[in-house]
């Protein structure tokens, strides 16, 4: 291959509206039912989340991610106009049609960019970088502009305990650009997959083609994230360590000489579980689901982004990142920032 990739600017957004446990706790008595911020704490590591008001037009999910994308085009030192192409992975669009990359464009004004969705759930962003990748590797892109951004809270089934307190809103994109093949600074591996198998895992299953949102549907809340928690949990570890070792021994990168762990935030003893059979201690490892929960696609673009910005992750250090999510689709991918 004549090129490589590397990522160059990182950006992220949330809404104002934060959402404590305690929250949650007071919304379910409503509906006669019982949490509370310890047992969230405790089997989740998840304190706050931020909820999108989609009355402000601000927090749209598009405006989110645009919030994003010129926090990244800043960093990277790259103008609206120098994208060539945009992938905003998502699974909660503005719109059925048109795509959400399409109101992105707009937004931000990149008029030279041709840009499409991808739903790869909470892979997304993974999914979007090695996609961006391959087409900067084939010579067809030489800056794309990657988002990962949810607005999760219009699909939550607020009386779904098991569900309602661990996703929330927020926005994370990222600049990639070409470099010369032998750069340091660039992709090293990646590794992507799917098992289709598993896909009631984690549902939704009205609101496409196959089922209508008629009265009788929406009163059973079918719109809604259907979820197998634990099932999810027990495949998740398994997943997630499956993709970063096979994702590390193709870069020739041993877990010891890793810097920083940047894991989807699903849920902290998840994390924990990956990083033990990995061999990464916890102190390598990027937390933000403590503030942000399960934001899906955003989860590794704001995690990176913020430890970037906080100046953790150092020029020349390697990362990988190692998502899953409704699919059940899975990826991970190790970079030198
Ligand atoms: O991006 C992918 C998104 N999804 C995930 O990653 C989900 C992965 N799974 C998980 O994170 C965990 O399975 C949950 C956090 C969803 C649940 O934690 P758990 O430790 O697996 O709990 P459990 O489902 O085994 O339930 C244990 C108990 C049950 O009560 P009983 O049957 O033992 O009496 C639940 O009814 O905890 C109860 N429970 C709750 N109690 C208080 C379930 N949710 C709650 C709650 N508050 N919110």
Redesign the pocket.
């Known amino acids: 291959m004549e090129f490589a990739a590397k990522i160059t600017g990182t950006g992220s957004a949330f809404p104002e509206r934060r959402m404590t446990n305690d929250d949650i706790a007071r919304e379910?008595t409503k509906f006669g039912l019982?949490?509370?911020d310890q047992?969230?704490r405790e089997?989740?590591g998840i304190v706050e989340r931020r909820i999108s008001n989609v009355e402000n037009e601000a927090e749209l999910n598009s405006s989110l991610g645009a919030q994003a994308a010129q926090r990244a085009l800043e960093m990277a030192g790259k103008t609206p106009e120098d994208i060539d192409q945009i992938i905003y992975a998502t699974c909660s669009p503005d719109t059925a049609l048109p795509s959400t990359a399409c109101w992105l464009q707009q937004k931000i004004g990149a008029r030279r960019a041709w840009g499409m969705d991808i739903n790869a759930?909470?892979s997304g962003f993974v999914f979007g970088v090695v996609t961006a990748e391959q087409f900067i590797r084939s010579g067809y892109s030489k800056t794309v502009l990657v988002v990962g951004a949810e607005v999760l809270s219009h699909f939550i089934n607020w009386q779904d305990?098991?569900?309602?307190?661990?996703?929330g809103d927020g926005a994370g994109a990222a600049v990639v650009e070409k470099a010369p093949a032998r750069l340091s600074r660039r992709i090293l591996s990646s590794y992507l997959s799917c098992d289709g198998t598993l896909s009631k895992l984690?549902y939704v299953p009205a609101g496409g083609s196959a089922m209508e949102v008629t009265p009788d549907v929406y009163a059973q809340n079918l719109h809604k994230f259907r979820?197998n928690?634990?099932e999810?949990?027990k495949v998740?570890v398994r997943t997630l360590t499956e993709c970063a070792l096979r994702t590390l021994e193709q870069a020739r990168v041993p877990a010891v000489k890793l810097d920083w762990f940047v894991p989807?935030q699903?849920?902290l003893?998840?994390i924990e579980a990956v990083a033990n059979r990995v061999g990464i201690s916890m102190e390598q490892v990027i937390i933000n689901l403590d503030r942000y929960g399960?934001t899906?696609a955003a989860t590794i673009p704001t995690a990176l982004d913020e430890a970037i910005r906080d100046g953790r992750i150092q020029e020349g250090q390697t990362v990988l990142t190692d998502a899953?999510?409704?699919g059940l689709t899975a990826g991970a991918m190790v970079f030198r920032w």
């Open positions: 379910l019982e949490t509370n047992w969230i089997r989740t759930v909470c305990r098991t569900v309602c307190i661990l996703f984690l979820m928690g634990r999810l949990f998740a989807h699903a849920n003893r998840i399960n899906s899953f999510g409704a």
